[in-house]
């Protein structure tokens, strides 16, 4: 299975916003609404940020949003803080009942 | 509060069989799917497989024929065999918990591949 894919980086200034992609195919994003969105500092376990497209755990900040169309699934940061410097993957459920992981954006405040 | 830990040999020989645990606290491993995702270092994560507490299993198509993940509810633990492995399966292995998709996590173990 091949892995999403995602920008390597992004980048913005404190206050703005900034919207990560993941695009599969439609065995995978396209196919389920099993889409979610991890974050990740250095040295540390990612860090549920989104599950199931677009909905948030409790204690995650509503600064986090999370979107699909068709094969693309998106993560929009909004009011970007120094905080929210560090890599983001998304990843799917897919028809082989399987799930597979994006290749990762490094997302860098400015 | 769930936690995983996971324990296991750091220091693996090529052509041998990794082998890790992972012990959850803090509530039972019944009813829920948990999985091994690991991460080389400086790249991104890739997906094991996953097993559901009957011991049911899915595993990654390019790491079939060298997965077995089994399930102890007794011991509210859960492991992951690696068979033949190679400096390319040297990586951070992480388990976690599949409930609303992976909320909750190990802090990974380092297992280095190497004679």
């Known amino acids: 299975q091949s892995a999403l894919t995602q920008p390597a980086s992004v980048s913005g200034s404190p206050g703005q916003s900034i919207t990560i992609s993941c695009t599969g195919t439609?065995?995978?994003?396209?196919?389920?609404?099993?889409v979610s969105w991890y974050q990740q500092h250095p040295g540390k376990a990612p860090k549920l940020m989104i599950y199931d497209v677009s909905n948030r755990p409790s204690g995650v900040s509503n600064r986090f949003s999370g979107s699909k169309s068709g094969n693309t699934a998106s993560l929009t940061i909004s009011g970007l803080q120094a905080e929210d410097e560090a890599d983001y993957y998304c990843?799917?459920?897919?028809?082989?009942?399987?799930?597979?992981f994006g290749t990762g954006t490094k997302v860098t405040v400015l | 509060q769930v936690q995983l830990q996971e324990s296991g040999p750091g220091l693996v020989k090529p052509s041998e069989t990794l082998s890790l645990t992972c012990t959850v606290s803090?509530?039972?491993?019944?009813?829920?799917?948990w999985s091994w995702i690991r991460q080389p270092a400086g790249k991104g994560l890739e997906w094991i497989g996953r097993?559901?507490?009957?011991?049911?299993?899915n595993y990654n198509p390019s790491l079939k024929s060298r997965v077995t993940m089994s399930v102890d509810t007794s011991k509210n633990q859960f492991s992951l065999k690696l068979s033949s492995v190679t400096a390319a399966d040297t990586a951070v292995y992480y388990c976690?918990?599949?409930?609303?998709?992976?909320?909750?996590w190990g802090q990974g173990t380092l297992v280095t591949v190497s004679s």
């Open positions: 097993i559901y507490t009957s011991g049911s299993t």
């Open positions: 439609s065995s995978d994003v396209g196919g389920y609404n099993y």
């Open positions: 990843s799917s459920y897919t028809s082989s009942s399987t799930d597979v």
């Open positions: 803090g509530g039972s491993i019944s009813s829920y799917y």
């Open positions: 976690a918990r599949v409930g609303e998709a992976y909320d909750y």
